[in-house]
């Protein structure tokens, strides 16, 4: 790959590598005013190098580089909006909750039910147990920080949530 006198895919890596060091908080800093959060600023500077590093082509003078990556950031940005206005776009033209999760009485009677019969094998477990299920299926959390929270062993809380799965599976039959 030669391109601005760099000679080999290497050299164009350390040169990459190298303006990464020297610009990279300031095309965060550039970044966060434009968004006003930083996570998403952080993965755009990101982003941006990558697609440096891509495309192979770097600035020709090293006085450069800020307007290069300017230029690239700004089209990331660009991208991102015209992706959040159609997102905006489609859900705008998408029924609302109520529209297309309307239930009928027999169902939400039938769910009822359903939660109930939940409810009552979930009460027949060991309390490490609900709670273990209760983190894993409400909250979200993973069997690594059930088990941090807990106190507990991740084969613990795997043999906890098989035993809540199996409690629970026969609701359903």
Not at 30 to 58: K, N, V, W
Not at 88 to 98: F, K
Not at 151 to 165: E, F, I, N, T
Request: glycine share 4%.
């Amino acid at each position: 790959m030669q391109h601005d006198g760099v000679s080999t895919e290497t050299e164009t890596r350390q040169h990459i590598g190298a303006m990464y060091l020297q610009h990279q908080n300031w095309i965060c800093r550039y970044l966060y005013r434009q968004l006003r959060c930083l996570d998403t600023a952080r993965e755009l500077t990101q982003d941006t190098y990558l697609r440096i590093l891509s495309s192979g082509r770097l600035p020709a003078e090293v006085d450069q580089q800020r307007r290069y990556l300017t230029h690239i950031a700004k089209g990331l940005l660009i991208d991102r909006y015209r992706r959040q206005k159609t997102a905006q776009q489609y859900l705008q033209h998408q029924p609302s909750d109520n529209e297309a999760n309307a239930l009928s009485p027999e169902d939400l009677l039938q769910q009822q039910q359903q939660l109930q019969q939940i409810s009552r094998q979930l009460q027949q477990l060991s309390a490490n147990c609900r709670q273990a299920f209760l983190l894993f299926q409400l909250e979200g959390l993973s069997c690594r920080d059930i088990a941090q929270q807990l106190g507990v062993s991740m084969s613990s809380v795997d043999k906890y949530l098989a035993q809540a799965r199996q409690r629970c599976a026969c609701i359903n039959k």
